[in-house]
């Protein structure tokens, strides 16, 4: 009750002592309706041939955005892949050995076996490589563009290899 008492006397006293003038001079009128902002929007684009969206005309494909886009795209795909193994594994009958050994009596050729195991683990790799690369970046070191050039190719280049590395055990 008390501070409602004080702000009525308080706004009463603060408009009794202010010039009314000091207040209209720091008014800004408005000079547009929003409808008239955006016609005048719209005219000088459409005016000027600007592109509507300028993520396709303007920036094209770069290695950087390329990975960021494949890193997150790995990171989806790993984990619906871990979720999907886990509730295969509590859902489907059997077990884990009885699937392998099911694998094995197929007969595949060791360049098929070898290739879905570079397939599996690729994903795997370049997120992780990636991931130590956004680190790297958290801290503040390879910010330059030439830099995340070069750190791009190495974590391509990581990947690559422990994955075929990875691939042949």
Known sequence: MAALLLRHVGRHCLRAHLNS???LRNAVPLGTTAKEEMERFWNKNTSSN???SPHISI???SLPMAMSICHRGTGVALSGGVSLF???AL???GNFESYLMFV???CLGPALIHSAKFVLV???MYHTWNGIRHLMWDLGKGLAISQVQQSGVAVLVLALLSSVGLAAM
Do not use: A, D, E, I
């Open 21 to 23: 003038q000091l207040c």
């Open 59 to 61: 920036y094209g494909w």
């Open 50 to 52: 600007r592109p509507v």
């Open 91 to 93: 859902l489907l009958p």
């Open 86 to 88: 886990g509730l295969s």
């Open 104 to 106: 094995k009596s197929l």
């Open 122 to 124: 690729f994903p795997l």
